[in-house]
C-alpha cells in the first residue's frame, strides 16, 4: 500500500481565516514533506519532518505553520494567507530508496 | 543552488512511436534519481527510480550518467495514455526534499 491521504481535496478560505490541511500514511515512513505547486510549475519544498522533527523549512512565511502530530500524520495550519498563496499543496512521504510516495493534494484558493 | 534542467516540449508523438527525454542536474551530490508523471491537476507519481546501471520497466527504460550528469527517460509503443507531464526529479538523499525539473509536456496522438 502506497498511499497517502489528504483532506480537505478543495478549501477556499478568506484572509482572515484559519485552517487546516492535514496529511496521512501508514507505510510506517518516517520522513514527510508539504510541497506547493502552483499552475504549470513543478513542485516546490516548503517543509520537511523527519522522525517528527522539523528538519527542513525552505523560509516559508510564517503564516505556514506545520505540525506533526505523530509518525503518520501531518498537518499544515494556515491563517492571514494572501490570494498569491493559492496553489496545490502536496504532502509526500519517503519510502526506502528515498523515493516519495504523493498525496492527492488540496486545492486552495484564498479569496 | 539546485537546478533540473528539462525541454518544456510540448512532444507531439504518433501513436506507436518511440519517445526520449533528457534532463540535466547541477548539484554533482546528488543521490537518488527518478521520473515521475504527472496528469492535469493530479498529484506526481513515481514512474521509476534511475540508476547508473540503467533500468527498464515494460516500454520504459531509464539511464542515468553520472559523469555528464544527465538522466533519459525512454517510452517504446507510446499508448494514448501515455499523455502527461514528465518530471525528471533529483534529491541528495536522506531525509532531503525533492527538486524537481519544470516537467516535459508529451501528447500522443492517436
Redesign the interface.
Known amino acids: 500500500d502506497t498511499e497517502v491521504t489528504q483532506t480537505p481535496k478543495h478549501l477556499v478560505m478568506g484572509m482572515t481565516n484559519k485552517k487546516s490541511l492535514k496529511c496521512e500514511q501508514h507505510m510506517g515512513h518516517r520522513a514527510m514533506y508539504w510541497y506547493k505547486q502552483k499552475a504549470k510549475k513543478p513542485p516546490e519544498l516548503m517543509f520537511v519532518y523527519s522522525y517528527e522533527k522539523l528538519s527542513i523549512n525552505e523560509s516559508v512565511p510564517s503564516r505556514f505553520s506545520p505540525e506533526c502530530p505523530n509518525s503518520s500524520l501531518l498537518n499544515l495550519h494556515l491563517h492571514a494567507l494572501q490570494p498569491e498563496d493559492s496553489a496545490l499543496y502536496l504532502c509526500a512521504s519517503r519510502g526506502g530508496v528515498n523515493e516519495q510516495f504523493f498525496g492527492p493534494g488540496t486545492r486552495l484558493t484564498v479569496l | 543552488r539546485k537546478e533540473v534542467e528539462q525541454d518544456p516540449g510540448p512532444f507531439n508523438v504518433p501513436e506507436g512511436a518511440t519517445v526520449a527525454f533528457n534532463c540535466t542536474y547541477s548539484n554533482s551530490a546528488s543521490?537518488?534519481f527518478?521520473w515521475y508523471r504527472q496528469d492535469c491537476?493530479?498529484?506526481?507519481?513515481?514512474l521509476m527510480?534511475v540508476y547508473s546501471s540503467g533500468n527498464e520497466d515494460g516500454r520504459f527504460t531509464a539511464q542515468l550518467n553520472r559523469a555528464s550528469q544527465y538522466i533519459s527517460l525512454l517510452i517504446r509503443d507510446s499508448k494514448l495514455s501515455d499523455s502527461a507531464t514528465y518530471?525528471c526529479v533529483v534529491?541528495e538523499?536522506?531525509?532531503?526534499?525533492?527538486?524537481?525539473?519544470?516537467?516535459t509536456h508529451l501528447i500522443i496522438q492517436p
Open positions: 543521490q537518488s527518478f491537476r493530479k498529484e506526481p507519481k513515481l527510480s518530471l534529491s538523499g536522506g531525509a532531503d526534499g525533492l527538486t524537481f525539473g519544470k516537467g
